[in-house]
């Protein structure tokens, strides 16, 4: 096949990893942006590899039984929810697809041999997101409140309901985009560098209601009382953070507290956690209960255990497995992590759950003594998974029981392989689906010495 070439297939499978449909051409496999499986599509091949080429989409001929209309309105351009035109009962088979695949692909591993659980479904598929961070730029001349556009760092889109998040937020939305405008207030252009106003990260207690503000700035001016006085009663905490590096991450640099605490209480099934501007919960804390909750499940702890809770966050799993054992050590290398789980610890009044902050690789390495003297280690890392330095002395203390809790299919297959090269065996794999209408996917993966 030649760039240029035009032709009509069908999608036959999804590659996550591509983020898009793919077709099979005479044996050529083409990603295609855009498609689900069982569509109909021509296209238009702009890329083409030794084994594979890219073609853009130009016209669905005939849709998948599977596709729905999505609800939000700027979904074809919005980098959010990418699979919102998609069935829910076919999303959860393309993520327990992508598990399998990982572990084929890449641990290679026989999967038919492996216990693979039914996925569990999100207790709720709209309005489930405790946290959205949002950002200000420019668009025609106007000033927008919004998300970035799929694929671009510098380009936005104006977000006036986000299905995934709140239904409290058009309204804080627009009374912060209204007064943006009529102060004159400018956003911060990540290229150019220059502008005031740079994200609007909102946090919702879904067990309350209550919402939390943060009004992300480069450093200036501006009449800040004049942003809340109509803010409705749901807001009972807003910040105002001056952030001036260049990058993009919301970074706090001076903090103000403009209104409330600076914090808000939410409840994950029998934890009460605070939450401020930058803690660590999961971000589906309706089935983040389930899923803490299935672990207790996998563990059959019997009271006498100590548990090893690495990248251990605000402390979520291993608090609420500290009633049910004897001692757990969380460990962290974030300090606004780890103070919030001391916070969350006392908050609740557990007692017996020591938190250390540190690298998890030096801290393990500093603590050989706990060879043979730890019986369950839970391991829930960020995106990159487990470095080599950490897992080697992770190793070491030679952990009976050990529990993956990944957000990436793809880094737990690796880590699963070098599990397994070292003596681990897999017991189960319990998908659970944290991010509806998302290509995310979280997996608990269950091992035994």
């Not at 200000?136 to 309901?161: A, Q, T």
């Not at 905490?237 to 001056?242: D, E, S, Y």
């Not at 009271?303 to 500290?322: H, K, P, R, V, W």
């Amino acid at each position: 096949m030649q760039i240029g070439d035009r032709f009509i297939a069908e999608i036959v499978d999804f590659a996550y990893y591509q983020g898009s449909g793919v077709a099979k051409v005479n044996g050529f496999v083409v990603f295609v942006p855009w498609t689900l499986p069982g569509d109909i599509v021509e296209v238009y091949l702009k890329d083409v590899k030794a084994n594979f080429g890219f073609a853009e989409l130009l016209e669905i001929k005939k849709p998948s039984v599977n596709r729905v209309s999505p609800l939000c309105p700027v979904f074809s351009v919005c980098g959010g929810c990418s699979l919102q035109n998609l069935a829910y009962e076919q999303q959860l088979s393309l993520k327990r697809g992508y598990v399998l695949d990982s572990f084929k692909r890449l641990a290679h591993l026989d999967t038919s041999s492996i216990d693979i659980l039914p996925i569990i479904r999100s207790s709720e598929i709209w309005y489930y997101r405790n946290k959205m961070e949002f950002v200000f730029g420019k668009k025609n001349g106007k000033l927008i409140l919004g998300l970035h556009e799929r694929g671009s760092y510098k380009n936005y889109v104006d977000v006036n309901k986000c299905f995934i998040f709140s239904k409290s937020a058009p309204q804080i939305m627009n009374i912060v985009r209204d007064f943006a405008v009529e102060a004159k207030l400018t956003a911060y252009n990540p290229i150019t560098h220059k502008g005031f106003l740079r994200h609007l990260v909102m946090r919702e207690a879904k067990s309350t209601g209550k919402m939390l503000i943060n009004l992300v700035t480069d450093c200036g001016e501006m009449n800040i009382k004049e942003a809340i006085k109509n803010m409705p009663e749901c807001v009972s905490g807003f910040l105002w953070t001056i952030n001036t590096r260049k990058s993009d991450a919301v970074i706090s640099e001076k903090e103000v507290i403009i209104k409330g605490q600076g914090e808000i209480i939410d409840r994950i099934g029998d934890i009460d956690f605070s939450i401020n501007s930058y803690s660590f919960v999961q971000p589906n804390p309706s089935t983040a209960s389930i899923m803490y909750d299935r672990i207790y499940q996998l563990l059959k702890l019997e009271g006498n255990e100590n548990i090893l809770d690495l990248y251990c966050g605000s402390g979520g799993i291993g608090l609420y497995l500290a009633r049910s054992v004897k001692k757990v050590f969380g460990i962290d290398s974030n300090k606004t992590s780890i103070e919030s789980a001391e916070k969350n610890a006392q908050l609740n009044n557990i007692k017996n759950i020591k938190l250390i902050r540190g690298d998890v690789r030096r801290v393990l390495y500093l603590r050989k003594g706990w060879r043979n003297k730890i019986d369950i280690v839970i391991i829930d890392p960020p995106r990159d998974g487990v470095s080599k330095r950490a897992m080697k002395h992770l190793l070491y203390l030679k952990i009976p029981k050990l529990l993956y809790v990944s957000c990436n299919p793809t880094t737990l297959a690796r880590d699963t392989s070098i599990l397994i090269e070292n003596g681990y065996k897999i017991q189960c794999v319990q998908p659970i689906d944290m991010f509806p209408h998302t290509f995310h996917i979280e997996v608990i993966t269950m091992f035994s010495l």
